[in-house]
T-cell receptor, first 114, second 119 residues
């Protein structure tokens, strides 16, 4: 069966440290993998996208890696701040017939402690 | 740019009644909108894909007669939960894909969500 798993339902780290979140998937061949941030009671906000032929992508304090052999993506937040506390979702972009869909992992709730 | 709104943000209704949720793209046109449902501490689950001017495509296990979707214009899609029951209580989120950018990497802009509570 197809699965997307985000290891660690919850992750607590100290302010200033690097947070590393993991997304593993099975039985998919995604063209793209995306990371979103979701705050309580709000919709997801797009952060970063990485293509299947890319190894790494950076945006300010964010870094994403994509290993299609391991079927894994790592999401890093460097110099973390309490304002980074949120749930982070990975999503695979998959073609289904004529449509492209997003399939989401269940998320990792990150808490950055001051 | 690329703002999606939902109305209402919260709704409480009695069991057996129907509830309509609106999803609007405010500053762009969207031929395709998506409806998701999210239960507490769970992932967003795609319910249906809504295409302007045509019938929605529902995911397996989603009852099309219970969750009525209308995409009457390029800026508005509505989801009506008919004969709602307590198990329909959830967080409903829509997203929209901009006209002309369908070939882009599945770019979707998400609304803020609607919290439905059925008593």
């Amino acid at each position: 069966s197809q699965k997307i798993e985000q290891n660690s339902e919850a992750l607590n780290i100290q302010e200033g440290k690097t947070a590393t979140l993991t997304c593993n998937y099975t039985n998919y061949s995604p063209a793209y993998l995306q990371w979103y941030r979701q705050d309580p009671g709000r919709g997801p906000v797009f952060l970063l996208l990485i293509r299947e032929n890319e190894k790494e992508k950076r945006k300010e304090r964010l870094k994403v890696t994509f290993d299609t052999t391991l079927k894994q993506s790592l999401f890093h937040i460097t110099a973390s701040q309490p304002a980074d506390s949120a749930t982070y979702l990975c999503a695979l972009s998959i073609s289904s017939g004529s449509a492209r869909q997003l399939t989401f992992g269940s998320g990792t709730q990150l808490t950055v402690l001051p | 740019g690329a703002v999606v709104s939902q109305h209402p943000s919260r709704v409480i209704c009695k069991s057996g009644t129907s509830v309509k949720i609106e999803c609007r793209s405010l500053d762009f046109q969207a031929t395709t909108m998506f409806w998701y449902r999210q239960f507490p501490k769970q992932s967003l689950m795609l319910m249906a894909t809504s295409n302007e001017g045509s019938k929605a495509t529902y995911e397996q296990g989603v009852e099309k007669d219970k969750f009525l979707i209308n995409h009457a214009s390029l800026t508005l899609s509505t989801l009506t939960v008919t004969s709602a029951h307590p198990e329909d209580s959830s967080f409903y989120i829509c997203s929209a894909r901009e006209v002309g950018r369908e070939g882009v990497w599945n770019e979707q802009f998400f609304g803020p969500g609607t919290r439905l509570t059925v008593l």
